[in-house]
């Protein structure tokens, strides 16, 4: 019989998807799902580490975004979907890995420095926000994974990962397999404002944007600021609705748009038409599916509660097996 690799992958709870998750993480799971022993978590803690000061949506949060999951092709009956803060063995996990975790290895993080530079309204100067990557090996490694499919700016953090993962079992014996990061197909996508497409930016599209709200936004996004009259010729290359073309349309339309583009051969809106005709095409379904599982309240709720005992189950057989490697009395409840 052959046994089914097994790969986990998270995301924040700090709101609704967008184009960006999408292409960087959703595709690859729903097709992970049916190849893989697939487990995928909503990491509520993760998101009070950018969000602590106001925390009323959490819940919100989380519910929101498996409506997401499940629009965009997430099967419950392929797949284990669970909540980080409903299996406690990750906080359990995550002090004990702080324990062993270097404060150098932190603070050299690329991502801890790029958002508090980006993140001007909210004091991130904070131990929660600094250990991340540390609660973050802890939700990977309870569930000892061979791999973990990742988007480009989270490679630092499973980098990190590994090493606490070798680091634990070089103090304690092997109890961790070291994953792998397999990295996904089209990890950086540009936003509205041609900074990469983020919800702290508020630059992004939303799955759950309707077809009229996602043109809306097409429509003014920013493109080559040379190109200022319709005569002006622009550079594809440094335009976001480019990008996202090249995220999105087919190759001969790319190459037309990138064409007239450079010849004045076609205007901007006329570009952003063509490029909105393939979001349309992918993404309307998944808008019109995300509006039926939003009237089944019942339904996402399920699909968190079954897949967090099913987690809870694996986490508790790894902390035990971590108690026992570091001669600390077992967890009972
Ligand atoms: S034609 Fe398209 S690629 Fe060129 S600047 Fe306008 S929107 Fe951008």
């Not at 629009?71 to 995550?94: K, M, N, W, Y």
Request: net charge negative.
């Amino acid at each position: 019989m052959n046994v089914k690799q097994r790969t986990l992958s998270g995301m924040q709870s700090s709101g609704r998807l967008h184009l960006g998750n999408y292409m960087g993480a959703l595709v690859n799971w729903v097709r992970l799902q049916s190849s893989h022993d697939a487990f995928f978590f909503i990491a509520d803690w993760h998101a009070l580490s950018t969000n602590y000061e106001d925390t009323s949506r959490v819940r919100d949060f989380t519910r929101e975004m498996v409506v997401d999951w499940l629009a965009a092709g997430l099967d419950p009956e392929q797949c284990t979907i669970f909540q980080q803060s409903r299996v406690p063995e990750h906080a359990i996990l995550h002090v004990l890995f702080s324990m062993i975790t270097p404060l150098p290895w932190l603070e050299r993080n690329p991502t801890y420095k790029d958002q508090q530079a980006n993140i001007g309204d909210r004091d991130l100067a904070t131990y929660g926000f600094l250990g991340y990557p540390v609660l973050q090996a802890a939700d990977i490694l309870l569930y000892r994974p061979q791999q973990v499919p990742v988007g480009v700016d989270q490679l630092p953090h499973v980098e990190l990962t590994r090493e606490i993962a070798r680091r634990f079992n070089h103090l304690y014996g092997e109890v961790f397999p070291i994953p792998q990061t397999p990295l996904t197909e089209t990890p950086k996508l540009p936003g509205l404002d041609g900074r990469k497409m983020s919800k702290s930016y508020g630059n992004a599209v939303f799955l759950c944007d309707s077809p009229q709200e996602r043109w809306d936004k097409v429509r003014t996004m920013v493109t080559d600021p040379q190109r200022v009259r319709r005569t002006d010729p622009g550079d594809p290359e440094v335009c976001p609705v480019y990008g996202l073309h090249e995220a999105f349309s087919d190759p001969v339309t790319r190459q037309e748009v990138a064409e007239g583009c450079r010849t004045a051969g076609i205007g901007c809106i006329d570009c952003k038409k063509r490029l909105n005709g393939f979001l349309d095409e992918r993404f309307t379904p998944i808008y019109e599916r995300r509006q039926e599982i939003v009237a089944d309240r019942g339904r996402v709720e399920g699909v968190i509660i079954d897949g967090s005992e099913k987690a809870a189950k694996v986490a508790a057989e790894t902390l035990a097996q971590v108690y026992d490697a570091m001669h600390i009395p077992p967890f009972t409840r």
